[in-house]
């Protein structure tokens, strides 16, 4: 086993044969020396590798921009959140986000921006400080709604949001898809929202179907659209020009359809809501096709619910196989892309000197058959090897 070969504290080369940086480039043959947990050195190191990853594609861990790490399907297969839904104990609801995010870290993802419940600001901090295997997590730890309050009430709970440690604030600008996806913020309501995160140094990442919801979160300065189901090319053109970030997903609506009978009966999932997502589908995958045209800049997200945690790299699939990005597009989206969305391009989403070692290798070549995605065989964070192995 590799381990035998590594000296604690000493700098460790991976030799690699393809390698993705994250950034649009291939890089053949080279070798990573990884010391102190990140990235020391890209190029042709003395000695024998610690790591041998020739004949597998490396790439820097991969970014999912939207999960739900406390969903989980409790002990009848049906889908709870957090404490919400009667029947497991809220220590069953903890262990269950924790194994979302045991699965996500396993399935290749270095990184996830959760939006968000309570539980993820203390599952941050297990995982930071080692003590729970998990990608690196941020949260919004809230949402915020129409039914949150007024425009000064909205900021107040910002502010608040902020005070408890939230990495980013979430609002709904639009109903869900299941229930139409029409606005239901005010411009009032969303400008307090965006603009206070602004004001407290805040990410807004927006969920928003409709164009107009979206237009009042980009008008009011949020950093992305999340969904945006049905927005026009206006709405997606203004997205470029103000350089808001675009994070359509199919898993979701994929993972919702799959596993129907685990969420039928509860609130909106109704049959109507399950048309509604079948609907969607197509529509995801036109409107991610047109913000390619306009130029917007595309993130990887999933939307990942309960059933969908450690299978995120499927969006990969979706994005490439419906969605029509090129798999190196596809790809970007969620590294550099997903990295900069997050503030965070100058630590991860790229393979360069001074970067964390954040790593995923997968078996076959994910540009020529994007399904490589779901061979993981190496996992690394932070300079720390999780996965070696199939
Ligand atoms: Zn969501």
Known sequence: MFAATLAYGQAVVIRTSTLLDGKGHVLKNTDLTIEGGRIARIGAAKGKAAIDLTGMTVMPGWIDTHVHATWYFNRDGRLEQGGRGAKSTPQQAALSAAANLYATLMGGFTTVQSLGAELEGDLRAQIAAGALAGPRLLTSLRQVSETTGDAGQIREYVRKMKADGADVVKLFATASIRDGGKMTMTPEQITAACGEATAQGLRSVVHAHSPDGARAAVMAGCTAIEHGTFLDDATLELMAARGVYFDPNFLVLHNYLENKPRFLGIGNYNEEGFAAMEKGLPLVAEVLKRARAHHVKVVLGTDGVAGAHGRNAEEFIYR???????????????????????????????????????????????????????????????GKVYRYGR
């Open 320 to 382: 490439v196989k419906e969605g029509g990005d090129t798999p190196m597009d596809a790809l970007t989206s969620g590294a550099s892309v997903a990295a900069e969305s997050l503030g965070m391009a100058d630590r991860i989403g790229a393979i360069a000197v001074g970067m964390q070692a954040d790593l995923v290798a997968v078996e076959g070549d994910p540009l020529a058959d994007i399904t490589a995605v779901r061979r993981v065989a190496f996992v690394m964070k932070g």
